[in-house]
């Protein structure tokens, strides 16, 4: 199982930190650090018992580093595959993960959930359980064990075309813009660590891994301007003049060679700024080295956890700062 960014960013504040077990910090700082949104926090406290901060007079919650810790060692039992209802008993029993082996089965149980929801078309199942799943788990680790994998399934289910299939596309569609529309409602109720452009370049309608990556951005406090399904690429500047910031470019098909030649001079105008990813990173790997546009392919959560896009990212929070 792959190592998730916010773990590896959670353990390097550990070893930096001059933080002492009596103070205390804000959710927002503990998003930051873990990964974990504060949406998700929450439901963990009020829903399953889990962390206990403390609280200013109004209310603000305040987390120690033993929370903080709390929270690595939840997510780390939910990437091992156990339900967020039976953390809580493996935390008050001190077990350790020798005790308790990891298992794809929790995870295989969801993905056959939804499937089996939206197969059925019952919409008013399929957006609460999404709602569930996105409040209850950190958003990058059901990328990688249930989103990625559940859309391989999906994937060869409609290659195949059954009766209806085309009901089944339009429905997940839906229900992950509404799952959009609600992460970027939270969002804007915050203060964004990054701000950036994410422009999808695909023709037909925008994939899961879109979507995915959407999320991703709004659930680590990036601040989305998204534009769907550009077929010119060569108006991109535009961008620039209209909202100087970061632009990240995503792309699940191959591109003609002038759309190659506009994506160069637009590397011209943001020069680092700018972040292709996708499967479109793959197809043309060496033609964007060539030119010295950064890039990275796979699926989504390999692309997230990549040294290559953690650099990429770290540096857009930097800049935010200053």
Request: with cysteine.
């Amino acid at each position: 199982m792959l190592r998730s960014y916010f773990s590896i960013k959670n353990e390097r504040w550990f070893e930096e930190t001059k933080m002492n077990s009596e103070d205390y910090i804000n959710i927002k700082e503990v998003c930051q650090i873990t990964g974990v949104a504060a949406v998700t926090l929450r439901a963990w406290e009020r829903r399953y018992g889990l962390i206990k901060p403390k609280r200013t007079a109004k209310g603000h919650r305040l987390y120690s580093k033993g929370n903080i810790e709390e929270i690595r060692q939840i997510i780390s039992w939910l990437n091992r595959g156990v339900a967020i209802s039976k953390v809580s008993a493996l935390l008050s029993a001190t077990a350790t993960h020798n005790e308790v082996p990891p298992s794809e089965k929790r995870w295989q149980e969801v993905q056959q959930e939804l499937l089996s929801t939206l197969i059925e078309l019952r919409q008013k199942s399929l957006d609460p359980l999404l709602d569930k799943l996105n409040k209850s788990i950190p958003f990058a680790s059901l990328c990688e064990n249930v989103y990625q994998p559940f859309l391989e399934q999906l994937l060869v289910r409609w290659h195949s075309k059954p009766l209806g299939y085309q009901l089944e596309q339009q429905l997940w569609q839906q229900s992950w813009q509404r799952q959009i529309m609600i992460m970027t409602l939270r969002m804007n109720k915050q203060k964004p660590q990054a701000n950036c452009w994410l422009v999808n370049i695909d023709k037909q309608y925008p994939s899961v891994d879109y979507w995915l990556f959407y999320g991703l951005f709004l659930q680590s406090g990036i601040h989305v301007d998204a534009i769907n399904k550009l077929d010119d690429l060569s108006v991109l500047p535009r961008l620039k003049k209209s909202l100087d910031q970061p632009l990240i470019i995503f792309g699940n098909h191959k591109i003609t060679p002038i759309e190659i030649h506009h994506l160069v001079k637009t590397e011209a105008l943001w020069h680092q700024d700018m972040l292709v990813v996708g499967r479109v990173a793959d197809i043309h790997q060496d033609t964007l080295s060539e030119r010295g546009i950064k890039h990275v392919g796979a699926d989504v959560a390999a692309c997230w956890q990549s040294a290559c896009y953690r650099s990429w990212i770290a540096g857009i929070e930097s800049n935010n700062e200053h």
